[in-house]
C-alpha cells in the first residue's frame, strides 16, 4: 500500500506543472457585447393615408372616408423631433336633406339639398416624444377642403337643379402616435380638428348662400416609408 501511495503522489506531482502550463497558455476571450438598435426620426418620408371624417355641429352631419398621400420631413434633436407634413386625399364626405311644400301656380313642389366634400388636405407642422421607436406628437397648421352645393327643385314633371364648387381654407389642429415596426416603415394613427371658413355659393345665379364655417373631426392612419435608414446600431 504504501508504494502504491508514493507512485500517486509521483505521478499528481509530474502531471500538475503540466496542467498549470496548459491553463496559463489558454487565451482569455471576452463575452460578445449586445447590440441595440436605436432609432434616427430625421429624415424624408413618404406614405399614405386614410380614415373617416364627420362633421362637428350641423344636421344633419356630413360624413364619410377618405384616402390618399403624405410626405413630410423630420428634425431630431435628443428625444425631440420638429417635423413638417403635407397630406392631401380624395374624399366622399357628404349629407343630405329634403323638403316638401306647396307652391301656388306650381301644385307640390320637392326640394333636395346636398353637400359634398371630395378632396381635403393639411399642411402641419408637428413636435414630438421619440422613445426609440415610438414617437408621441402633437401638430397644426393649414386646413383646405374642395366642397360641392348642389340643391334640386322638381314640380310634377318639371325640375331645375344647381350646383357650385367652392375651395375653403382654414386651420387644423390634432395628436397622434408613430411607431417603427421595420426598418425604415412605420405606421401611425392620429386625430385632427378641421375649421375651413364659410365660403358664398350659389352668387353666379343671383341667390348668394353662405355655408357658415364647415367643422370636422377626422381620424385616420398611415403608413409611411423613411428614407436614408433610420436605425443606427449602438454597441
Same mark, same amino acid.
Given at each position: ?5 508514493? =507512485? ?9 506543472? =503540466?496542467?498549470a ?19 434616427n ?38 428625444n ?5 407634413e ?8 357628404? =349629407?343630405?336633406?329634403g ?5 301656388p ?33 402633437g ?47 412605420s ?8 375649421s375651413?371658413?364659410?365660403?358664398t355659393?350659389f ?17 385616420q ?8 435608414g433610420?436605425?443606427v446600431?449602438k454597441?
Amino acid at each position: 500500500m504504501k508504494k502504491v501511495l508514493l =507512485a500517486s503522489a509521483c505521478l499528481f506531482a509530474l502531471a500538475a506543472p =503540466a496542467s498549470a502550463a496548459d491553463l496559463a497558455a489558454r487565451p482569455y476571450t471576452k463575452a460578445p457585447v449586445a447590440v441595440a438598435s436605436v432609432y434616427n426620426w430625421t429624415g424624408f418620408y413618404l406614405g399614405v393615408v386614410g380614415g373617416g371624417a364627420w362633421q362637428a355641429d350641423s344636421d344633419p352631419k356630413m360624413k364619410g372616408g377618405f384616402v390618399g398621400g403624405t410626405a413630410g420631413y423630420n428634425w431630431q434633436t435628443g428625444n425631440v423631433v420638429f417635423g413638417l407634413e403635407a397630406d392631401a386625399a380624395w374624399a366622399d364626405v357628404s =349629407a343630405s336633406a329634403g323638403a316638401v311644400g306647396v307652391i301656388p301656380g306650381l301644385g307640390l313642389v320637392t326640394v333636395t339639398a346636398s353637400s359634398k366634400t371630395d378632396a381635403l388636405g393639411t399642411v402641419r407642422g408637428r413636435i414630438g416624444y421619440a422613445v426609440n421607436n415610438v414617437m408621441f406628437y402633437g401638430t397644426g397648421g393649414y386646413a383646405w377642403i374642395d366642397n360641392k352645393l348642389s340643391s334640386t327643385a322638381t314640380a310634377g314633371a318639371i325640375g331645375v337643379s344647381i350646383s357650385d364648387s367652392k375651395f375653403h381654407s382654414g386651420w387644423t389642429v390634432g395628436a397622434g402616435v408613430e411607431a417603427f415596426f421595420a426598418p425604415q416603415w412605420s405606421v401611425k394613427g392620429e386625430y385632427l380638428y378641421r375649421s375651413l371658413g364659410s365660403e358664398t355659393y350659389f352668387g353666379n345665379v343671383g341667390i348668394p348662400t353662405a355655408s357658415g364655417s364647415l367643422n370636422f373631426h377626422t381620424v385616420q392612419v398611415g403608413v409611411n416609408y423613411h428614407f436614408g435608414g433610420p436605425i443606427v446600431a449602438k454597441y
